[in-house]
């Protein structure tokens, strides 16, 4: 995992085991939608989009 800052931005990168390849508390497989934005880049990379509370 790194994380890259540039002032007030953050960007985490992380591999397959990360929250956006994991289920969810409640099971659920991540898909897009919801309060995470999920996306899937042309090389077939997982791209979780999220604002801290």
Known sequence: ???LKHGGLQLWLAG???SA???MSDGAQ???G???I???DPAG???ELFQPR
């Open 1 to 3: 995992m790194a994380i």
């Open 16 to 18: 397959p085991q990360s």
């Open 21 to 23: 390849g994991k289920p």
């Open 30 to 32: 991540p898909a897009p």
């Open 34 to 36: 919801g309060r995470h």
């Open 38 to 40: 999920l996306y899937e």
């Open 45 to 47: 990379n997982a791209v």
